[in-house]
């Protein structure tokens, strides 16, 4: 059964940081092109970042190049997400998602496997 578990979320002032992290119970986890997701009411899913299997090729959003940073450890079945310089607008659920190839730009639906999401508020 897969299962993809995220963790450090939290509540931060704006301009603070914050480190999240997903913990995939995934088979063939190096295989994975693994994103982070957030989605705030009202708005839709989007990604924010993407990361293929190999750990090298990622993908940003504009808005948050420069202050957000994908990595992964393929040896532990975990992809973080360093948030950094964080504003008010950053406010959402953030999820963290599996899909079985590489394709940029991210989109909901190349991805299969999600978690519940964790809560990120960056406050003024």
């Known amino acids: 059964q897969v299962n993809l578990k995220e963790s450090g979320g939290g509540l931060v002032q704006a301009g603070g940081s914050l480190r999240l992290s997903c913990e995939a119970s995934l ?3 190096s295989q994975y092109t693994m994103g982070w997701f957030r989605q705030s009411p009202g708005k839709e ?3 924010v970042a993407a990361i293929r299997g190999n750990g090298v090729d990622t993908y940003y959003a504009d808005y948050v190049l420069g202050r957000f940073t994908i990595s992964r450890d393929n040896a532990k ?3 973080y997400l360093q948030m950094n310089n964080l504003k008010p607008e950053d406010t959402a659920v953030y ?3 599996a899909a079985p190839y ?3 730009p991210p989109s909901v639906n190349k991805y299969v496997y999600w978690g519940q999401g964790t809560q990120v508020t960056a406050s003024l």
């Open 27 to 29: 088979r063939a986890f």
């Open 102 to 104: 590489w394709d940029p």
């Open 77 to 79: 079945n975990m992809v």
């Open 45 to 47: 899913r989007e990604c």
């Open 95 to 97: 999820y963290c998602a």
